[in-house]
């Protein structure tokens, strides 16, 4: 996810794709614990899409 893409969206649905990042990172540190996550590098993604995310909130409030 580009922040270029994030950056088109409204505030409503950066909220949303918040909520939804954030439940995905639970769910891939959940299957990491009971060893079934096949890639683990999806979890340091998430985390920066997360950040990206974040980054562009603030961009907007300020």
């Keep these: 996810m580009k922040a270029e893409e994030l950056r088109k969206l409204s505030s409503e649905d950066l909220n949303k794709k918040l909520i939804e990042l954030k ?34 909130m603030n961009e907007k409030n300020s």
């Design 23 to 56: 439940e995905e990172l639970f769910r891939l540190r959940f299957q990491l614990q009971i060893n079934q996550l096949d890639n683990p590098n999806k979890i340091p993604e998430t985390k920066r899409n997360i950040a990206r995310v974040l980054t562009v």
